[in-house]
């Protein structure tokens, strides 16, 4: 990841001066209770605009601390190195699972987009074996009108992969029917109608609807859900809303601490404070009211 400044570390490089936090730390910030809450945060805000404060920020917050007097650090109450330590190893973390996320997203794109030109293709191959099909069988049953409107109901309709599949299914089991029975095997063996021809035209259904499923079904495995996305960018959420408040707090208290000004995650941390009460100074003593 480029620098979040000029001359600020990355993630990487924080991560390498402060060491990974230790198990208790996790199971002190990101508790089993919260995930649910995380989650409902991260749902509200993309893994990128996260990830851009949090790079900047966290890097303001690690120069700072680096180089504060012991009077300045003990100045700012809620936050401290392990819990920085641990902000950034979960940024680098949310990284890595944007990174996954997005690749498998496309991966996935571009097998989706492959499997639905095999289903066009099988399904171009299928419709135009079912035309044919309809064809011969005219052909076969003649004029006979009650087998002719058979014919139509089993040739059905083709707006779609399932309905062509079970349209050549249903053709081919037509045909088995016509070659079974006397009175029409002539006229259909005529017709070019033979056990072989049918066969095919089973297999093309089944063809057609292999295709058909496979262009509708999600053909990637992403080993990360949208769940786990989003609570890992609540968890971002809530560590840097911490660490921001926290230096807010000091510098009412120290001018010299800095300000860490979020910009593309703004308005889901200005939700997550509520405005303090404006306070007006107590009145000044007027002494007793005179007599009237």
């Given at each position: 990841m480029a620098d979040p400044t000029p001359s600020g570390p990355?993630?990487?490089?924080?991560?390498?001066?402060?060491?990974?936090?230790?198990?208790?730390?996790?199971?002190?910030?990101?508790?089993?209770?919260?995930?649910?809450?995380?989650?409902?945060?991260?749902?509200?805000?993309?893994?990128?605009?996260?990830?851009?404060?949090?790079a900047r920020i966290f890097a303001i917050a690690f120069v700072f601390w680096r180089k504060?007097?012991?009077?300045?650090?003990?100045?700012?109450?809620?936050?401290?190195?392990?819990?920085?330590?641990?902000?950034?190893?979960?940024?680098?973390?949310?990284?890595?699972?944007?990174?996954?996320?997005?690749?498998?997203?496309?991966?996935?794109?571009?097998a989706r987009l492959g499997s639905t030109a095999s289903a066009g293709v099988a399904f171009q191959k299928g419709l135009t074996l079912r035309?044919?099909?309809?064809?011969?069988?005219?052909?076969?049953?003649?004029?006979?009108?009650?087998?002719?409107?058979?014919?139509?109901?089993?040739?059905?309709?083709?707006?779609?992969?399932?309905?062509?599949?079970?349209?050549?299914?249903?053709?081919?089991?037509?045909?088995?029917?016509?070659?079974?029975?006397?009175?029409?095997?002539?006229?259909?063996?005529?017709?070019?109608?033979?056990?072989?021809?049918?066969?095919?035209?089973?297999?093309e259904a089944a063809a057609v609807r292999a295709a058909t499923k496979d262009a509708s079904g999600r053909l990637t495995a992403n080993t990360t859900s949208q769940g786990e996305l989003d609570t890992l960018d609540g968890l971002n959420i809530d560590l840097l809303s911490h660490i921001v408040h926290a230096f807010a707090a000091a510098r009412e208290r120290d001018g010299t601490i800095p300000r860490l000004v979020p910009l593309s995650t703004r308005r889901l941390l200005s939700s997550r404070t509520k405005p303090k009460p404006a306070v007006s100074p107590p009145a000044p003593d007027a002494g007793p009211v005179p007599e009237a």
């Open positions: 990355t993630l990487e490089q924080m991560q390498e001066a402060l060491g990974v936090p230790g198990p208790d730390v996790a199971a002190a910030l990101n508790p089993l209770e919260s995930q649910e809450a995380f989650r409902l945060i991260g749902a509200q805000i993309a893994s990128d605009r996260v990830l851009i404060d949090t504060a007097t012991p009077e300045q650090r003990k100045k700012i109450k809620g936050f401290s190195q392990e819990l920085l330590a641990f902000a950034v190893d979960r940024a680098i973390a949310l990284e890595a699972m944007k990174r996954e996320f997005t690749q498998a997203g496309t991966a996935d794109k571009g035309d044919q099909a309809d064809v011969a069988l005219q052909t076969a049953v003649g004029t006979d009108a009650g087998l002719r409107k058979r014919l139509k109901v089993a040739l059905g309709i083709a707006e779609d992969g399932e309905q062509l599949a079970s349209g050549l299914a249903r053709l081919s089991a037509f045909g088995v029917e016509l070659l079974a029975n006397p009175k029409t095997k002539v006229r259909a063996t005529l017709a070019g109608i033979d056990a072989d021809y049918l066969t095919e035209l089973t297999t």
